[in-house]
Every structure is written in structure tokens, then in C-alpha cells.
């Protein structure tokens, strides 16, 4: 399970959130503003504008290969 560090939309404050990758997006298990766990009634806005954010830069790399005309893909361990 990954953490990261976000600003809550609803808050505006920086709040810790564990969550899981998932085909269909970022799934949240759990975040720091809500206590205890199953007190999280939000509407996970964070995950959503996460997910648009990757899923614009992956977008946005597609397109470049294709401008250049190399369908060669390099996976990159980080």
C-alpha cells in the first residue's frame, strides 16, 4: 500500500492518504483527516483530480510518440 501527502479540496489542508492503484483508478483505504477510519464520508475529490492529473500525462506522452513516429516503449523503473 502506497502513502502520499495531498491537499485536501474540501479542507485546503495537507492531509496524509494511503491508497492502492487499480486499473480503474486510485482506490483510498484510508486518510488522516477522518477519525476514526470508518468515518470517511467524503467524496474522495482528491483521487479523482490524482487520477485526471496521470492520466493527462499519459496522454500527453502517447501523443508525442506518435508526433515522432517511434512506437518504441521503454518501461523506466523509478
Given at each position: 500500500m502506497r502513502s502520499m501527502l495531498v491537499t485536501c479540496p474540501e479542507s485546503a489542508h495537507l492531509e496524509e492518504i494511503r491508497y492502492e492503484d487499480h486499473p480503474l483508478g486510485m482506490l483510498i483505504v484510508s486518510c488522516t483527516r477522518f477519525s476514526p477510519a470508518c468515518a470517511m464520508t467524503c467524496?474522495?475529490?482528491c483521487a479523482a483530480r490524482l487520477?485526471?492529473?496521470?492520466?493527462t500525462s499519459t496522454e500527453l506522452f502517447e501523443d508525442e510518440d506518435t508526433m515522432t513516429g517511434d512506437d518504441t516503449l521503454v518501461p523506466l523503473q523509478l
Open positions: 467524496e474522495r475529490a487520477d485526471r492529473k496521470r492520466r
